[in-house]
């Protein structure tokens, strides 16, 4: 806790390298972006997906949630220890399946989020 408590007060952060999330895949068509100006109010209207990672003691957990943008319920989530798509599409998989489907499907276009079998 002192050394914690003391990096924080000389803003020292530890370096170690973060995942990217994020890294679009040169051959995957990219998809205009539809919510500008658009007014969301309604459930189903647009749903929003991402990946995030947890920090584990060794290594990280991805972490994939599908979230309703009108209500901020999340519709479905999954975990997994590599990136790949297997993961995103089990949790649009089981929100699918719940929920009536989206009009609009937002994510960050990462690979995972572009791969033609997502």
Known sequence: KRV???????NLRAIYQKP?????????RKYPYLLRDLV???????????????PMKRGFLYLVAIMDWFTRKVLSWRLSNTMDVEFCIEALQDALMRYDAPDIFNTDQGSQFTTPRF
Not at 4 to 10: D, F, V, W
């Open 4 to 10: 914690r408590r003391l990096m924080a007060i000389m």
């Open 20 to 28: 990217r999330t994020t890294v679009p895949h040169p051959e995957h």
């Open 40 to 54: 969301i109010n309604r459930p189903d209207q647009v749903w929003c997906s991402d990946i995030t990672y947890i």
